[in-house]
């Protein structure tokens, strides 16, 4: 990874901090998931980026969005 600054309105960019970041083949398996997102945090016990892997959590199904329109409809017709 390497992170770059630029001056507002200046022509050339800087380089503030490269890291070369480790992705252990098990997370990268877990990865194939399209509900699956990585992210590093700083560990300071290893000083190093420690993986993370972080799943999406499942969208309600039809059924259940169904029932919460219903139950904002009649809300809305009682005033409440």
Same mark, same amino acid.
């Given at each position: 990874?390497?992170?770059? #600054?630029?001056? @507002?309105? &200046?022509?050339?960019?800087? =380089?503030? +901090?490269?890291?070369?970041?480790?992705?252990?083949?098990?997370? #990268?398996?877990? @990865?194939? &998931?399209?509900?699956?997102? =990585?992210? +590093?945090?700083?560990?300071?016990?290893?000083?190093?980026?420690?993986?993370?892997?972080?799943?999406?959590?499942?969208?309600?199904?039809?059924?259940?969005?169904?029932?919460?329109?219903?139950?904002?409809?009649?809300?809305?017709?009682?005033?409440?």
């Amino acid at each position: 990874m390497d992170v770059f #600054a630029q001056l @507002l309105g &200046g022509r050339h960019r800087t =380089l503030l +901090f490269s890291q070369t970041l480790e992705i252990p083949s098990e997370i #990268a398996a877990q @990865l194939a &998931g399209t509900d699956c997102g =990585l992210y +590093f945090d700083w560990g300071p016990d290893s000083l190093r980026y420690l993986p993370h892997v972080d799943k999406r959590p499942p969208l309600p199904n039809e059924d259940v969005l169904e029932l919460l329109n219903l139950a904002r409809r009649s809300k809305s017709r009682s005033g409440a």
